[in-house]
């Protein structure tokens, strides 16, 4: 089926979108991106995602050309127009068309972009089976607060994961685990508590971490945000990833190492069942 895009206010078929060559994302990686999940036909979490892509584009000090209730409309609608039920509305905002020149350019209008991706959100064989992480450099840069789509070293680190047949690579700097190459890492010690990376300007503030790490303090679990080796991850009793485009996924194997019994564990499995609770029902 060919889908509908969103390009610049206009819906059109995909084969039928067109970006200038000049567009500085395409030149310079200058544009800020959100993945909001689709659950129901239904977005989940769509207010933290704005608020992100918000902070992402004052950061760069980047004009949003919509407003929200524009933005939450053009996601509607290619929901609609796709018959979308379960998946992800990708949504990119750039600075826009200039002559290549690094420094901003004053008058450019920012490029909006929206496509919808199908991806079985709910019931994923890898959340039953579990999945394998292998560990590498973090090689970004010093703004991976800002989801920016200057993506190279993520898209590298899913190669060498690819590579060593995981499905996701863990980066790790000066030793403690920062993050996935599109989620956030977490592992559980002690058999109850969930430890993540505490928020800086070296993680994304992931929007499915926000709600995991409110779901487990209602529940009761307790929570540490505070750094974490790879030593550290490999002797957890469990360890997890989230990102809305997965949810909440068990990881078995850390490179190659196994994780508890190598199945998913307890606390893992609660986590997803009451966060998917909570996306169905959003
Ligand atoms: N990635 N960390 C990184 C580096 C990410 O790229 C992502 C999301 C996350 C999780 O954030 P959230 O829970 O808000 O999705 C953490 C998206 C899904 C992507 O690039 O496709």
């Keep these: 089926m060919t889908r509908t895009v969103y390009v610049n206010g206009a819906y059109m078929p995909e084969d039928q979108a067109k970006i200038s060559i000049f567009d500085r994302a395409f030149l310079f990686a200058d544009g800020v991106y959100e993945v909001t999940a689709v659950v129901g036909g239904k977005m989940v979490d769509f207010d933290p995602h704005i608020a992100r892509l918000h902070r992402s584009l004052d950061e760069l000090e980047m004009a949003c050309p919509l407003g929200d209730d524009a933005l939450r409309e053009m996601h509607e609608e290619l929901i609609g127009r796709n018959g979308l ?34 991806k079985p959100l709910i019931d ?55 993050e996935g190459t599109s989620s956030s890492a977490f592992i559980v010690t002690g058999g ?47 360890a997890f990833l989230t990102s809305a485009s997965s949810f909440v996924l068990p990881i078995v194997r850390i ?28």
């Excluded at 992800?88 to 450019?108: K, L, N, S, W």
């Excluded at 019994?261 to 029902?281: I, S």
């Design 85 to 118: 039920d379960e998946g992800v509305v990708y949504m990119q905002i750039t600075r826009g068309v200039a002559d290549r020149d690094f420094t901003y350019p004053e008058d450019a209008e920012p490029t909006v972009i929206g496509f919808t991706q199908v």
């Design 255 to 282: 490179d190659g190492q196994q994780i508890g019994d190598g199945t998913p564990g307890p606390v893992v499995a609660k986590l997803r069942e009451v966060y998917l609770k909570e996306a169905a029902g959003a």
């Design 192 to 238: 109850d508590t969930i430890v993540t990376r505490q928020l800086s300007n070296d993680i994304l503030p992931g929007v499915t971490r926000r709600a995991i790490l409110k779901l487990s303090a209602d529940a009761g679990i307790a929570v540490e945000e505070r750094l974490f080796t790879v030593d550290e991850a490999k002797a957890a009793s469990e």
């Design 124 to 178: 994923s064989p890898q959340a039953r089976s579990g999945v394998t992480v292998v560990t590498i450099p973090d090689i970004r840069w010093r703004r991976r607060d800002i989801k920016s789509t200057a993506l190279l070293a993520q898209a590298m680190g899913k190669q060498a994961a690819k590579t060593h047949d995981a499905y996701e690579a863990w980066m790790v700097e000066d030793g403690y685990v920062t």
